[in-house]
């Protein structure tokens, strides 16, 4: 089992639709988590770390439930400039382990 | 702050060759990580260095894989011989040494081996 598994998608949404991404983790010591944007051909980007009380950034809202061990992202009034792959990342000791990532395409 | 400057952005070589891949983690930052991304394995832990000294090469493919952190503003991943399944994007990431804080990368090397 991977440490890190998410839906490769794509996830095909017209603008201004909501969209959810899930992501499960097999280590429960894990400390840290965060979801991070990949353009094409670009490296990652950090979009937001994900507390454990949920958190939200403008469109964006990341939650974590350590009990079912899964981190969320959803996208609320989706933009075509959304469009791109989202890896979630979790950390043990000092170790970043990616998803494979979502690809999400945004269309008019 | 000029990010994680990896040097270079692209390279070709023969099966064979050495290639030599190059990385300067930002200023302050402590750890240093390398990763391989392809599409079948997504992004991949190869090694990662905290202050200057390597904690973990689990990651490291095979004996023709070798990294080095001479000083703390510079790093290099060495491929000798090189093999056509080398082929992958090499990003070089840096962080404070601290678990709150995610990796920040630099704009990767493309790597093909013919």
């Known amino acids: 089992r991977k440490e890190v598994e998410q839906d490769p998608g794509p996830f095909n949404v017209p603008e201004g639709a909501t969209v959810a991404f899930n992501c499960t983790y097999s280590n429960s010591a894990s400390q840290s988590f965060f979801w991070y944007r990949q353009d094409c051909r670009k490296e990652p980007k950090l979009l937001m770390s994900?507390?454990?009380s949920g958190n939200e950034d403008g469109r964006f809202t990341a939650q974590l439930n350590r009990a079912s061990q899964y981190i969320s992202l959803l996208i609320r009034d989706s933009k075509l400039s959304d469009s791109a792959t989202y890896l979630c990342?979790?950390?043990?000791?000092?170790?970043?382990?990616f998803g494979t990532g979502t690809r999400l395409l945004v269309s008019p | 702050d000029a990010g994680v400057i990896q040097s270079p952005r692209h390279e070709v070589t023969e099966m064979g060759q050495e290639v030599t891949l190059r990385c300067k983690p930002i200023?302050?930052?402590?750890?240093l990580f390398w990763y391989r991304q392809t599409m079948m394995r997504g992004l991949e832990l190869l090694i990662y260095?905290?202050?200057?000294?390597?904690?973990?090469d689990s990651g490291m493919p095979e004996d023709r894989f070798s990294a080095k952190m001479p000083n703390a503003s510079f790093s290099t991943l060495k491929i000798q011989p090189s093999e056509p399944r080398d082929s992958a994007v090499y990003f070089c990431?840096?962080?404070?040494?601290?678990?709150?804080?995610?990796?920040?990368f630099g704009s990767g090397t493309r790597l093909t081996v013919v």
């Open positions: 990342a979790v950390k043990g000791f000092q170790k970043l382990v």
């Open positions: 260095f905290n202050n200057n000294v390597p904690i973990d």
């Open positions: 994900v507390y454990s």
């Open positions: 200023s302050g930052h402590n750890s």
């Open positions: 990431a840096s962080s404070f040494d601290n678990s709150n804080y995610g990796y920040t």
